[in-house]
């Protein structure tokens, strides 16, 4: 890992940009805790661009602090991949993410029976205000996937990592970056935030061990587009599966 990692000074730049982020996260919740079933169909669009300035306006600020503070943008992890074992390892996670992203998306194309089980997962999660219905939702959707795919592992992978590893050992800052990625994901309910964390384990398992962000940059973004992806087909089949369903009762 870098340097960062083993410093234990107290810098003003990087708590700026740390504080913004609880900040952010306890903003997502009291949004989450207000939020009406009704409003849902008229705020997807508003909700993606606010999203996507909040997660910019972040990684901005803890880039800012860390150059502020003397670091380079290599130490932040955008750098290539560490040479030898650790670099294949990580790019070797990455392309078991690809195939599981492939199977996500060819099974529910191929099985109405997957597809009603996603369509299960997703009413259990309460997520209908996030997910995407009409054509300019699901182009934006594709923005919000690349916006959070680049911005959140450098907010909460390389940024808040090494922020928390100035109190705590780096495993513990790892485990304790993951839970609050988990929580920025509050609005999937319980069930989501565990899984989100999950997620994010995985892909610190990636970063950490290539000491660098790209992979988990690029595995981040196929997934959000394979959900993306994974909606559409849902819905595009929604009509066939429901009279295939009353046909078969």
């Known amino acids: 890992m870098n340097e960062l990692l083993l410093s234990t000074d107290l810098e ?3 708590i700026v940009p740390a504080v913004m982020i609880l900040g952010y996260l306890m903003y997502a919740w009291w949004e989450n805790a207000r939020r009406t079933p009704e409003a849902d169909e008229a705020s997807r669009l508003p909700i993606y661009n606010s999203t996507m300035l909040w997660l910019w306006g972040l990684t ?5 602090g860390w150059l502020i ?15 030898g074992w650790r670099g294949w390892i990580a790019w070797g996670l990455v392309g078991l993410g690809v195939v599981y992203l492939a199977y996500s998306i060819a099974g529910p194309a191929m099985s109405a029976r997957l597809r009603q089980q996603i369509r299960d997962q997703l009413n259990a999660l309460d997520i209908d205000f996030m997910r995407p219905r009409t054509n300019a939702e699901h182009l934006r959707f594709k923005l919000l996937s ?3 795919g680049i911005t959140e592992e450098v907010i909460f992978r ?4 090494a922020f928390l590893a100035l109190y705590m050992p780096v495993a513990a800052a790892a485990v304790t970056a993951v839970i ?6 509050s609005y999937q309910g319980f069930a989501g935030v565990v899984r989100t964390a999950l997620v994010g384990g995985f892909l610190t398992a990636v970063y950490l061990t290539g000491s660098s962000l790209w992979p988990a940059i690029i595995l981040h973004i196929l997934m959000d587009l394979a959900a993306g992806v994974q909606f559409q087909i849902i819905d595009a089949r929604e009509s066939d599966d429901t009279a295939l369903n009353t046909s078969a009762a």
Request: aromatic share 8%.
């Open 146 to 148: 690349v916006t959070a």
């Open 60 to 64: 901005v600020a803890c880039v800012a």
């Open 69 to 83: 503070s003397g670091r380079t943008l290599a130490e932040l992890g955008l750098t290539a991949t560490a040479s």
């Open 158 to 161: 390389a940024f808040l990592i």
């Open 12 to 14: 003003w730049p990087l």
């Open 180 to 185: 609050l990625f988990g929580c920025a994901h």
